[in-house]
């Protein structure tokens, strides 16, 4: 008799519902559509497969309805489920793993997304180092050349000098200057100085004038750029002289003459105003990216400028 009981109790609780549902020629779609259940349910709760099980809670819910069902003693049963929950791992460990498992691809999400954004991070600053460099550095082989050759040229001053000179040498042999006394020269004399300074003053004239046609070729038109922000700047005439090349100041401006057309190119374009040969010029058309690179006068404005 206590063998009978012994083996009453280790019988589970799945087993009992089985034994009985099959006692009474039940399948387990017909008890499933009974309780209004998933038949899943049903095969989990006589294979007593807890992972696909819910709370112990739902459990007793379903137990008692299924023992109802069969009409059979419901105590037995939940006698069985404690028994069995005490031998099996407990449910919260269970439920615990999908968590850690949540918590870890949380982790790698995360460290993903770090990643992400130090790649951009690295790439940004790159395109802009790239982008002041094209801006502010200046070609190593071409940039001193000529700077030696601005300083091997001469300088505007020895022309002022030449005509200080020239005048000197034309105003000291005037009578009112010379501190000897005009009688003790002979006529003769005078007449030939005179004649000199006349001569001499006709050859400073010629010289002014040789100097003062040079000048207005080297002149040509003028070109004023005026900035109100920082912004680069680079400027030719149709020789190929370059007129300007610098990184310029906000508040700054940049006036220079030579030979139209002009070959413009200008960082930070919206940020330039531009006259040329004194009227205002609109280089919106040609600004892309906030840069600009454009032709700028004709070759018949300099002969213009010049007749």
């Not at 006068?297 to 007749?307: I, P, T």
Request: with cysteine; charged share 25%.
């Amino acid at each position: 008799m206590p063998d009978q009981e012994t083996a009453e109790v280790n019988y589970s609780f799945g087993q009992r519902l089985s034994s009985a549902r099959r006692a009474l020629n039940l399948t387990q779609e017909q008890v499933a559509a009974d309780l209004r259940l998933n038949v899943g349910l049903i095969k989990a709760l006589e294979e007593e497969d807890y992972n696909s099980l819910p709370t112990h809670m739902y459990i007793v819910g379903y137990l008692r309805n299924y023992a109802r069902l069969l009409k059979m003693p419901v105590e037995p049963l939940l006698t069985a489920l404690d028994n069995a929950q005490l031998e099996s791992p407990p449910l919260i460990s269970d439920i615990s793993r999908p968590r850690k498992a949540s918590h870890s691809k949380l982790l790698v999400k995360l460290f993903a997304l770090l990643l992400f954004v130090i790649v951009v991070a690295g790439i940004v600053s790159w395109v802009k180092s790239q982008d002041f460099a094209l801006f502010s550095e200046k070609p190593i082989g071409e940039e001193p050349i000529e700077e030696q050759g601005l300083k091997a040229l001469p300088a505007p001053l020895p022309e002022k000098l030449v005509d200080e000179t020239v005048v000197s040498e034309g105003e000291t042999p005037e009578p009112e200057t010379r501190p000897e006394p005009v009688a003790a020269v002979p006529v003769v004399e005078v007449a030939a100085k005179t004649e000199e300074v006349v001569t001499q003053k006709e050859v400073a004239q010629e010289v002014e004038s040789q100097i003062e046609q040079p000048v207005l070729v080297k002149d040509g038109v003028e070109l004023v750029l005026r900035f109100t922000e920082d912004c680069w700047a680079e400027v030719k005439d149709s020789r190929g002289k370059r007129l300007a090349y610098d990184l310029y100041r906000g508040g700054k401006s940049k006036q220079v003459r030579g030979i139209p057309p002009f070959s413009v190119f200008i960082g930070n374009a919206a940020a330039v105003a531009i006259e040329y040969n004194g009227q205002p010029y609109d280089a919106s058309a040609h600004i892309s990216r906030n840069l600009a690179r454009f032709q700028l006068g004709r070759a018949d404005d300099y002969k213009s400028d010049v007749e």
